[in-house]
């Protein structure tokens, strides 16, 4: 068999008559690559390019020869089988190295089971005889064992208790060695080779020794600790009386006290000097290990007082802490400006808040590998932090801003409580000393009672709030310096009752003014904030004070603007966001009524309502009826109307709600918000009320002047009487409702039911008057024309308006004009058969079962009338007006009524 076998035959080294057949091994069957299908083409390919090769070339019509095909597989199947039978022996051989192998793995389990058996019986007497308790004569081997245990743990624990007693008679022994050399010789040599021994331990023992000779110094020499104090009294004398005795036997007296604490500020002094080269040398073991001892003395008070004010971040910012606080001017004046953006914290002040934080975040992690007591130094270095370089340089950023303005002190309050609460954030969510893990709950509470303090002065009692109180009053009082001066300004005779009652408000703003001037004059302003403040009240180029009450104002100052009730309310929602940010949540709703009462008195009592007040006093003024409505002071109640839909949307979503944790503080604040929205809405009533007074009244004046012969033309001018459309004074008449009512659409709000209704009364009380009107007036034939001409522009003209659907809808109060104006224009006949159709119906409604209520007849009938709500005399006295009335057609068509 050979070894390298492959499908593909070899070249011979002599010349064969045959072609040899191929050759190849197992490992051409083992391959992952073997296919059957490859293989056998393989095989005949072979056989293929051999016989080619033999034979040479033909023509394309050989014949084909299987010869070589079948010498080819027949080699083949002989090598095969071949393969097959040293398989079968491989297989042998391997089968019977298998059971060998499964024997040998058998026999060793067995074995490897069997020992560990005797491990296990082994482990267990050893245990039995660690944990017997039998002793005496008589003991089986495993009680023995047992017994033997026991006496060497026993063994073990006196030895130990051996070694303690030993040692703590050493400690004795060597503290009376130290305490002989203190009081006889007046030195402490064996304690001082011990601290010049270098290592922490004995540090730490020299510090104990010498805490433990104060005490026995304390005890067994008085007489040092009195004459130290200067005192010497009760049972001290005794004892000094013996120490007399003493030195009579010619022992010198040493004072004991003296020379310990010499040692102990001796060593102290030198561990401190240690501590901070340790400290310069980042050495935080050796800094540890004095620690240790110094804690022993002070409770470690004087290391870390040396640890924090040698620190370098305390020296480098001594000096800038101390700077005075700069800035961009115009930085400044934005800070003051009402309108602008509130700026971040004060350079100055976030560098050193960042500069804080990191160096924080770096010391803690020294201070934990330097002190066994780390969390009391870290607390006693953020104190100094805050304390010191943050409240230092907070105090002179808000001192700064206070010079600018009291709104500059507020934002700047603002924005640094925020920025330095961020600080105290992410300190906590840093960890400090116990970085990743969360902080400390110590070292939380030092941070949180840091933050506090810092800011405690500044919201003593009810001055916070009263900042801001002054803060927007201010703001206010300026923006309506104009609109104040102008109504101040206004017409002092009471000329009218309601003139009279109004004067009294005018002077409380001339006295608000007044007082305003003056507050501008005084020292209390800056020249920054008196500045800005001017601009508010919009007098940018008034330099001097003293020419405020001079002021020329103009009909806009005394207008009522939404712009600025947006900009007051813009005020106090940042006013309201940072005390909600600054003061106590408990505050909050005594916050929300103060500023609720300043909003209603600024803007409510002195915006809204002197604005209605005027608009009132305008209306009342044209009660009189001498010249015609002037209705332009509806604009100004319309605006007055949209402030206080504002004033009291504001109030609803941002006060009240603030105010929910006290019940009664927000049922106070409700009530006070209800009643003065009550005011309001009586004097936005009224001055509706005398809108339409004022208007019927006119419109009354005008038909007064309708001339008497303008339902009765002459025959000569009837032509060119019935060309026209209406009456003069029907002309004057609905241009003068046109305007009342463009007027009206456009100066009161749309929103809500108000216009609605005064439009509908309007349109009701001119109907009336049209009624009553044409009661008076003879109408001849022509005539009734023109009166049918005049309704039907009247009538037009009214349900052209937004008014209710009753009165302007089909069979609607409108429509009896339209009847009235047929009443002087249809015949006789036409005459009679609605009287009679009226009559029938006002009989066939009378009777029982058919009442006038509100199951009885629609609008506009019932008992007693007509036609679209005329009653029976009312149709006799228009009728009646007709010059046709005495005609006998017509009197038998009365004589029916």
């Known amino acids: 068999m050979q070894d390298n076998a492959s499908i593909t035959s070899s070249t011979p080294t002599s010349r064969s008559v045959f072609p040899q057949g191929p050759s190849f091994t197992f490992e051409d069957f083992s391959s992952r690559d073997f296919i059957v299908k490859e293989f056998i083409e393989a095989l005949s390919d072979t056989a293929i390019s051999n016989r080619r090769s033999t034979l040479g070339p033909t023509s394309g019509n050989q014949l084909f020869d299987p010869k070589p095909l079948i010498r080819t597989f027949e080699h083949a199947q002989r090598r095969l089988g071949e393969l097959s039978g040293d398989l079968e022996i491989r297989e042998n051989e391997l089968s019977a190295a298998v059971r060998r192998a499964e024997a040998q793995h058998s026999q060793n389990l067995t ?21 017997g308790a039998s002793t005496g004569a ?16 026993e063994t073990g624990r006196k030895l130990e208790e051996l070694d303690r007693q030993r040692r703590r008679a050493l400690d004795a022994h060597f503290l009376l060695e130290c305490w002989d050399s203190v009081s006889n010789k007046g030195e402490i040599a064996l304690l001082e080779n011990l601290r010049r021994s270098g290592t922490g331990e004995a540090k730490v023992r020299s510090a104990q020794i010498a805490r433990q000779l104060l005490r026995i110094s304390q005890r067994l020499d008085p007489r040092s600790w009195n004459d130290s104090s200067g005192k010497s009294n009760g049972p001290s004398g005794g004892v000094a009386a013996e120490e007399n005795i003493l030195e009579e036997t010619s022992l010198t007296r040493r004072n004991t006290r003296e020379i310990i604490e ?19 040398k980042a050495n935080f073991e050796g800094m540890k290990d004095c620690a240790i001892v110094l804690q022993d003395f002070n409770g470690g008070s004087s290391a870390i007082a040396l640890f924090v004010n040698q620190h370098q971040f305390f020296i480098d910012r001594s000096q800038l802490v101390t700077e005075e606080v700069g800035g961009d001017p115009e930085a400044w004046e934005q800070l003051a400006d009402p309108d602008t953006e509130p700026l971040k914290v004060e350079p100055s002040l976030q560098s050193l808040i960042d500069e804080v934080k990191v160096v924080v975040q770096e010391e803690s992690t020294i201070i934990k590998r330097a002190f066994p007591y780390y969390e009391q130094v870290l607390g006693k270095f953020l104190q100094r932090v805050f304390q010191q370089s943050i409240q230092q340089r907070l105090e002179m950023v808000l001192e700064k801003a206070n010079s600018i303005s009291s709104l500059a002190f507020l934002r700047s309050l603002q ?18 000393t116990e970085h990743p893990d969360t902080i400390s709950a110590q070292t939380a509470l030092v941070l949180d009672q840091q933050l506090e303090d810092l800011f405690v002065p500044y919201f003593v009692g009810s001055s916070y709030i009263e900042r801001e109180k002054k803060t927007l009053e ?15 300004r206004r017409k002092k005779a009471a000329t009218t009752f309601m003139a009279s009652l109004s004067k009294s408000s005018t002077e409380v703003l001339s006295s608000a003014r007044d007082a305003y001037i003056n507050r501008l004059e005084s020292s209390d302003y800056s020249p920054t904030q008196r500045r800005v403040l001017l601009q508010v009240a919009g007098l940018r180029d008034a330099n001097d004070l003293s020419k405020l009450t001079d002021t020329k104002l103009i009909e806009e100052d005394g207008f009522p603007s939404i712009s600025h009730a947006k900009r007051m309310l813009r005020w106090l929602a940042e006013a309201v966001s940072r005390g909600l940010e600054l003061s106590v949540s408990s505050e909050a709703p005594k916050d929300m009524l103060a500023l609720l009462t300043l909003l209603l008195t600024m803007m409510g009592e002195g915006y809204i309502e002197v604005c209605l007040d005027a608009a009132l006093e305008t209306a009342t003024s044209q009660e009189s009826g001498k010249m015609e409505p002037d209705l332009n002071h509806l ?12 004033m009291v949307m504001c109030i609803n979503t941002l006060l009240i709600p603030l105010a929910t944790g006290s019940i009664t503080v927000r049922r106070e604040m409700e009530k006070k918000t209800n009643l003065m929205t009550m005011r309001i809405e009586d004097k936005v009533n009224t001055i509706e009320q005398k809108i339409i007074d004022a208007t019927l009244m006119w419109v009354n004046k005008l038909l007064a002047g309708q001339k008497k012969n303008d339902f009765r033309p002459k025959e000569g001018d009837i032509a060119a009487w019935l060309e026209k459309l209406q009456t003069p004074t029907c002309a004057s008449i609905c241009t003068f409702l046109t305007r009342v009512h463009n007027i009206t659409i456009t100066s009161l709000p749309s929103s809500g039911s108000n216009l609605r209704q005064l439009l509908t009364e309007m349109s009701l009380g001119t109907r009336s008057l049209l009624l009553e009107h044409f009661k008076r007036f003879a109408v001849n034939g022509p005539g009734g024309l023109m009166v049918t001409k005049d309704m039907t522009q009247y009538t037009d003209l009214l349900k052209s308006w937004d008014i209710d659907d009753q009165v302007k809808g089909p069979s609607g109060a409108l429509d009896v004009l339209l009847e009235v104006g047929n009443l002087f ?7 009679r058969e609605r009287v009679w159709g009226g009559v029938a119906s006002s009989s066939s409604s009378s009777r029982p079962g058919n009442n006038s209520g509100p199951g009885g007849p629609g609008p506009g009938r019932g008992a007693g009338q007509i036609e679209a709500g005329l009653s029976v005399q009312e149709v006799r006295a228009y009728v009646s007006r007709r010059e046709d009335s005495n005609t006998a057609a017509m009197q038998n068509i009365l004589n029916v009524f």
Do not use: C, W
Not at 111 to 131: A, M, P, W
């Open 111 to 131: 074995t490897l089971g069997r020992k560990l058996k005797q491990t296990i019986e082994s482990f267990q007497q050893l245990d039995t005889s660690l944990n």
């Open 138 to 153: 008589g003991l089986t081997g495993s009680e023995l064992a047992g017994s033997t245990g026991n006496m060497a743990v």
């Open 262 to 280: 010499k040692f102990s500020e001796t060593l102290e002094k030198d561990l401190l000097k240690q501590f901070d080269d340790f400290y310069r």
């Open 415 to 432: 924005s640094s409580r925020s920025y330095i609460s961020t600080l105290v954030d992410d300190l906590k969510a840093h960890g400090l």
């Open 474 to 488: 201010e703001l206010y009082t300026s923006l309506l310096f104009k609109f104040t001066t102008f109504h101040a």
């Open 635 to 646: 604009p100004a109640v319309r605006n007055a109307i949209g402030i206080a839909n504002l």
């Open 825 to 831: 224009v249809i015949g006789s006949e036409a005459l």
